[in-house]
């Protein structure tokens, strides 16, 4: 009897510790996830963050739902496949199989391994070709904004809102730091969009070929020469987005970033009609008269800065 008392005592003991170091966990998450608030607002990477950074458009929701979908799916064969070889390797090893089997052929398995991985394929194929048409251009545009990669800078038109184009250019290690601006990602003319504004994006370039990407957005678009692709963002909250050029363009290539300061409506046309003023003159890219084709706005910028 005193055994299975002190037997109780041992199990109460260890069950109330691990209910302690359970609470403990509990509050600790809790705290990191209070502390990691006001860093999510600064849409930036955290230190320990799991799984991607916070998407803000539809299209990344998209992206963000897919990538999910293909990671279950893949969760699932990986875990198949690794049941099936600890299958093979305990069921028919040679110790337990001193005399081999002689089968070699079973129509019926041979149909479903091929098939099976078939309809697997169909469907991650259907749904992503849907994605990449609905990531591909937007119907109905609020307004359009058109980038120009250069040997090593973006620069950045707005035909619907007065016409004005400036540059962007990599803030300093020192200027960045000045501004509160994160190192290399920083830029002295940012993008500027309204929230909850349809944005067709439009992007070409000069030299050589570069690359629009702005992950919160899901937007990666190449910038070629003599060419316009078309991409489209939509923003949920205000708040500012970095991005980088991911196309090995040459020597100053990691010194390219994009910065998306995304504001308020009110703030967007306060931000335009200042632009305009201020972006009238003395940019290498002139204003462009009128948007007339969606195809000239590339080549008017490569004219003028000639
Ligand atoms: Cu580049």
């Known amino acids: 009897m005193d055994g299975m008392g002190s037997m109780r005592n041992l199990l109460g003991w260890k069950i109330g510790r691990w209910a302690r170091g359970a609470a403990t966990a509990a509050l600790t998450a809790l705290l990191l996830l209070a502390a990691g608030m006001p860093f999510a607002a600064a849409e930036e990477p955290r230190d320990w963050q799991l799984g991607l950074m916070a998407g803000a458009t539809p299209v990344r929701e ?36 001193p005399v081999p089997s002689q089968v070699t052929h079973n129509t019926l398995i041979e149909v479903i391994w091929t098939t099976v991985p078939l309809i697997i394929l169909i469907a991650i194929w259907l749904p992503s070709l849907r994605l990449l048409y609905y ?28 016409g004005f184009a400036f540059d962007s250019n990599v803030l300093s290690d020192g200027d960045a730091a000045k501004a509160g601006k994160p190192r290399l990602l920083g830029v002295d003319n940012p993008v500027v969009v309204p929230v909850g504004s349809v944005v067709r994006v439009l992007i070409t370039g000069t030299d050589v070929i570069h690359s629009w990407y702005l992950p919160p957005a899901g937007v990666q678009e190449y910038a070629v020469i003599g060419r316009t692709n078309e991409s489209w963002m939509q923003f949920d909250r205000e708040g500012t987005f970095y991005g980088q050029c991911n196309q090995i363009c040459g020597l100053n290539h990691p010194f390219m970033p994009i910065e998306v300061d995304v504001v308020s409506k009110a703030d967007f046309d306060k931000w335009a009609a200042q632009a305009k003023q201020k972006f009238a ?23 003028a800065a000639q």
């Open 62 to 97: 998209r992206m963000d739902a897919f990538h999910d979908e293909l990671l279950w799916i893949i969760t699932a064969i990986t875990i198949f496949v690794l049941g099936l070889l600890i299958y093979v390797m305990v069921r028919f090893n040679a110790r337990r199989n």
């Open 135 to 162: 990531t591909d251009r937007t119907q109905h545009a609020d307004m359009t904004l058109k980038v120009t990669g250069h040997q090593w800078y973006w620069s950045y038109e707005y035909p619907d809102n007065g």
């Open 281 to 303: 003159q003395g940019q290498p890219g002139q204003p462009v008269a009128a948007a007339g084709s969606d195809r000239s706005g590339g080549l008017t910028l490569t004219a």
